[in-house]
């Protein structure tokens, strides 16, 4: 009764007229960001930090942002289908599929399929959000500082699934994310560190100016660099809705690629990202027509976009209810947070329920509002995809310029975004990635804080980390993450969301 | 091992001594009262040893011939001039003000890096300028620097009017 209770008043937050704005504004912009290739929902949400602060409440500010994550994957499914391009790493799996259909003059109903599917599959990975964040978050009001010194160290283990390249680079670039997390005021000494008297460090490095060189700046460097000419989509969609032998093939699809989303999001390291190549490989291995995946099986688009879709919902879970950023676009989010004044972690729902429960039933009108705004303005998104992008990266440039000036009215942090801008652009070419970075620079100094804390109330005993049962607990998973892999001798490749 | 890797581990094997010591000199603490240097040492000293882990991973692999440098075939010369008008666009903002810096920034972006025609150039920049004021200045009220350059121009003008 009382989760029925705690929906009725979400859906009172959700749908307040200025709430519902924010959603709309939210979806349609992640729906644009996902057509664009390389603009992916980190570098969006990044840049519209400045925006969001100005929001008036915290609601309506996540509420947006929430929007543009999921509407991203909406978006993404479009360049895959039309152009063979992904505009997100979790619509990869559809241009396999989508793009044959395509050029079998079916670009409609594949389009169509992948808007109904996300919709379902984003619908029912709301339900389970609705009804697994409460008992989690509950049980997670007896943390301490131990505990959550011992989460932290878990989610510093997502890194072995969230690199795509190598682990050593990746923890390597956690590692720099932790020291540069440190910068500037010491809270338990009142100690200045490492800001050499420059006053912009002495409060830290900002997390939107270096979330915006990371992404934003190096996402433009790196597709300036580029000398090769997209391909313009150049023929008429038409017929958007799928015939009923569409939807007979793709009903099962649909609905293991919800579930198979919902349970590989939750996961760390999971998200949108590995649970679409799982859904596709499984409904190859159990389609009675293997044979047609790869050339223009609906299947094949229906199940890894509800895949993808329910991913990124269940994504939420960890991040809302635990503090734990599951993937790099949540570890935006938790920074997003943390500025707006809100803690995310199992007190969200008992101190902020109009934000956990105002953002949860917005996720419900927001897939409404992406199914009523995808299929009509598919003709807008292909629109978008022509424009050439030596006009629309000075766009993106001046986004983030004043992005970054709007929150201090300061150049410094334009530098330091600049300054942050190369080093993305460098450590992407030398084969480095930002994820595992803007996790440990956000959770840095929670660790740290966390950490002391507990080492000065066991009187600098360790043994109070295992001494815990919880603390325990979550160590014991901890080092069954970092060393399953080693055990399997096959690391499960899982990209990060960060396009 | 390849000369982008002998780079790379040169930089992080520097970043791990300079916070080891910094982070000394901050002060480790003990373990039941962790000094403020306290993490970061730690931290460095992984760092540091990860590096020597990826230098023996790197160590076995043989320089491949004829591979590709790391910039070639890519166009250097946007990075160059994307870099440069924005530092200029960070160091001219408080100085010539929003519009006139984001007219200047916008319109070098699109001649310079986009190739773009005077008209279009000229048209698409002061359109971005005076939208990008409407939206920021006006409607989400960020308070935009009018330039301290550009203000004195206008006062000693004004002077001169008078």
């Known amino acids: ?80 289908i039309l152009v063979n391009i992904p505009g997100e790493a979790s619509t990869i799996v559809t241009c396999i599929d989508g793009y044959q259909m395509a050029r079998q003059g079916r670009a409609g109903p594949a389009l169509g399929i992948a808007a109904f599917g996300s919709f379902i599959a984003g619908t029912l990975a709301v339900v389970g959000l609705t009804l697994m964040a409460p008992p989690l978050a509950h049980y997670a009001l007896r943390f301490g500082p131990p505990e959550y010194a011992s989460l932290m160290f878990f989610a510093f283990t997502i890194l072995n699934y969230i690199a795509r390249e190598s682990i050593v680079k990746a923890f390597m670039m956690a590692g720099l994310g932790l020291m540069l997390g440190v910068v500037g005021m010491d809270f338990m000494t009142g100690q200045h560190r490492f800001s050499y008297g420059i006053l912009a460090l002495e409060d830290g490095l900002g997390i939107v100016p270096v979330v915006m060189g990371l992404y934003g700046i190096s996402e433009v460097l790196i597709n300036i660099e580029e000398t090769a000419i997209r391909p313009v989509f150049k023929s008429k969609i038409s017929g958007l809705l799928p015939n009923r032998q569409d939807w007979k093939e793709s009903i099962g699809p649909i609905g293991r690629g919800s579930i198979i989303g919902f349970f590989f999001g939750i996961l760390p390291g999971g998200g949108p990202v590995i649970p679409p190549f799982i859904s596709y490989a499984i409904e ?83 897939n409404v509002m992406l199914l009523v705004l995808n299929l009509p303005l598919i003709a807008l998104w292909v629109k978008v995809l022509k424009v050439p992008y030596p006009i629309l990266f000075p766009l993106i440039l001046l986004l983030c ?92 490749r899982i990209g990060d969301d960060t396009r | ?90 160091g001219l903002l408080d100085k010539i003000g929003f519009f006139l810096c984001t007219l200047l920034f916008i319109g070098f972006c699109f001649k310079v890096i986009g190739s773009k025609k005077w008209k279009v150039t000229i048209w698409s920049s002061v359109s971005v300028a005076i939208g990008a004021y409407m939206v920021f200045g006006w409607w989400l009220a960020v308070k935009l620097p009018k330039g301290k350059w550009v203000e004195s121009v206008l006062s000693l003008a004004g002077h001169l009017w008078k």
């Open chain 1, 1 to 80: 009764m009382e989760i029925i209770n705690n929906i009725l008043y979400g859906f009172s937050v959700s749908l307040q007229p200025i709430n519902l704005l924010y959603c709309l504004v939210g979806v349609f912009i992640g729906s644009l960001v996902g057509v664009l290739p390389g603009l992916g929902p980190v570098a969006s949400i990044s840049m519209l930090l400045p925006v969001a602060f100005r929001i008036p409440t915290p609601t309506s500010a996540l509420i947006m942002l929430a929007g543009i994550y999921y509407g991203a994957q909406y978006g993404g499914s479009t360049t895959s």
């Open chain 1, 284 to 366: 190859k291995r159990i389609s009675k027509h293997p044979e047609r995946f790869g050339h223009g099986a609906i299947a094949g688009v229906a199940g890894p976009e509800s895949a993808n879709n329910a991913g990124v919902t269940s994504a939420f879970i960890p991040m809302l209810t635990l503090g734990i950023p599951a993937t790099a676009t949540m570890a935006v989010l938790l920074g997003a947070l943390i500025m707006l004044g809100v803690q995310p972690g199992p007190l969200l729902m008992q101190k902020a329920p109009e934000i956990f429960w105002g953002t949860v039933t917005s996720m419900y009108t927001g």
């Open chain 1, 401 to 492: 310029l004043i992005g970054v000036y709007s929150i201090h009215n300061t150049f410094i942090d334009i530098i330091i975004m600049n300054v942050f801008g190369i080093v993305g652009y460098l450590v992407k070419k030398m084969g480095y990635e930002g994820g595992p970075f803007i996790l440990a620079f956000i959770l840095g100094p929670l660790f740290e804080n966390s950490l002391r804390q507990s080492l000065m109330m066991s009187k600098g005993s360790f043994s109070i980390f295992y001494a815990r049962p919880i603390c325990l607990i979550i160590l014991i998973v901890a080092f069954a993450m970092i060393v399953s892999p080693l055990i399997l001798r096959k690391r499960v």
């Open chain 2, 1 to 90: 091992m390849l000369t982008k890797e002998r780079i790379t581990l040169v930089f992080w094997f520097a970043l791990s001594f300079f916070f080891c010591i910094e982070s000394y000199r901050l002060g480790l603490g003990h373990a039941h009262a962790p000094g403020p240097g306290f993490l970061s040492f730690w931290v460095s000293l992984v760092v540091g040893l990860l590096g020597v882990v990826l230098f023996l991973q790197e160590k076995g692999k043989k320089l491949v011939k004829g591979a590709a440098p790391l910039f070639k075939g890519k166009n250097l010369r946007n990075i160059i001039y994307a870099n440069v008008f924005l530092y200029c666009y960070a």
